[in-house]
């Protein structure tokens, strides 16, 4: 039986429409859910200002959204781990479950892998900015009743945050810097402390979020990054050099086990690569200009790694065991959700706040979340 349900649609840069769009019950093997928390990301925001993101350029309207929780309101006939009611974290990213990719356990870099809300590939897969959608009941997480639907809308980001703390494979008591003081910086410094790095720097340009860093436990110490901008190769290798020594100096032993990229900025990665000792690992998180200048002998000669990290794969049990534990190392990842905004027609608000980095009552602006029940 199909109905209509209401959904945000982008047709252009920053034009958002409220649509009605017809939707049937699911399937055998898929829940429907009611979508009641989704946050904005950087590829969400990326979209909605350039309508594309780096490369992928929309090709038809494209409703946005993916760090996303809601309530299951219709089960498939052949589901059986799942009932009307249950409070689920949705997993957008739908592989094909037979490439040599997909059997080897890392279904995120599957080429055939349909995520919601990108314009990758097409026809676009929508996103969750809208009242239900039909899921694969495989990729709907339960959560339990200790869990709330804001946090389980951020088990998504906290998914890049393990996939890359796995990727990084941390020794015992590691020195690690994390370039990036937003959510998923913040969720990887989090995620460093409860594999038990002995210290975890965090820098960035603006001060009052490596302070929230320190101040509410994601980081031990803080270090913010000069506001300079150096126009050719030598004068932006000798800033990187700069800054390199001053994260030094604040992680109090040299060089770092550990780098975190989370601006996806050139500066922060050439930096990244001075700050890190022999033999140590750089994870590339965060996507920046595709095209970057990097002192690559100074990573070679020391046998520095760099690490890509792309989304996450087979996170979601982990994350959820994680954010119901009592995990001392943990902070409270609550903190992370710093404005909220209620409604359809307050979409365009909440995507104006994305984009700032304070509200108007100086508020720091972190991870914006939208309600959209009516």
């Not at 594309?52 to 946005?64: F, K, M, S, Y």
């Not at 694969?136 to 088990?155: D, F, I, N, Q």
């Not at 049990?317 to 001392?328: D, F, G, T, W």
């Amino acid at each position: 039986m199909s109905s209509e349900v209401k959904a945000s649609v982008l047709h252009g840069a920053k034009e958002l429409r409220i649509e009605n769009r017809p939707l049937g019950s699911p399937v055998s093997n898929e829940v429907q859910v009611a979508v009641l928390a989704t946050g904005l990301c950087g590829s969400d925001l990326h979209y909605f200002n350039h309508y594309r993101n780096g490369d992928i350029v929309v090709q038809e309207p494209l409703t946005l959204g993916h760090e996303s929780s809601g309530v299951v309101t219709e089960v498939g006939s052949a589901v059986t781990d799942l009932k009307v009611g249950d409070k689920v974290a949705l997993e957008v990213g739908l592989p094909c479950l037979e490439c040599e990719l997909c059997q080897g356990g890392r279904y995120n870099i599957c080429k055939a892998l349909r995520f919601r809300s990108s314009a990758k590939s097409f026809p676009h897969f929508q996103g969750t900015l809208q009242e239900r959608i039909n899921h694969p009941a495989v990729y709907c997480h339960k959560l339990p009743s200790t869990v709330s639907l804001e946090l389980g809308a951020l088990l998504e980001p906290l998914g890049v945050a393990i996939h890359g703390s796995r990727r990084a494979n941390l020794p015992a008591n590691s020195t690690v810097l994390i370039f990036g003081a937003g959510a998923v910086g913040l969720l990887c410094a989090a995620m460093s402390k409860v594999c038990g790095a002995k210290k975890v720097i965090i820098a960035d340009i603006q001060a009052d979020r490596v302070d929230f860093a320190v101040a509410n436990g994601f980081a031990d110490v803080k270090l913010v990054v000069p506001m300079k901008r150096p126009q050719t190769i030598e004068e932006k290798l000798a800033f990187a050099k700069e800054v390199a020594e001053m994260a030094k100096e604040t992680s109090g032993v040299g060089e770092v086990d550990a780098v975190f990229e989370c601006t996806g900025m050139e500066s922060c990665l050439q930096t990244a690569i001075f700050s890190t000792r022999p033999g140590g690992r750089i994870m590339l998180i965060g996507m920046g200009n595709p095209l970057q200048t990097l002192p690559i002998s100074a990573a070679a000669v020391r046998e520095v790694d760099l690490v890509g990290v792309f989304r996450y794969a087979n996170t979601y049990q982990e994350a959820i065991k994680l954010v119901s534990s009592r995990n001392p190392l943990l902070p409270n990842l609550s903190k992370l959700v710093t404005q909220r905004f209620k409604g359809f027609n307050r979409i365009p608000d909440a995507f104006a706040m994305a984009g700032r980095v304070k509200d108007d009552d100086g508020n720091l602006v972190l991870k914006v979340l939208v309600d959209t029940e009516s």
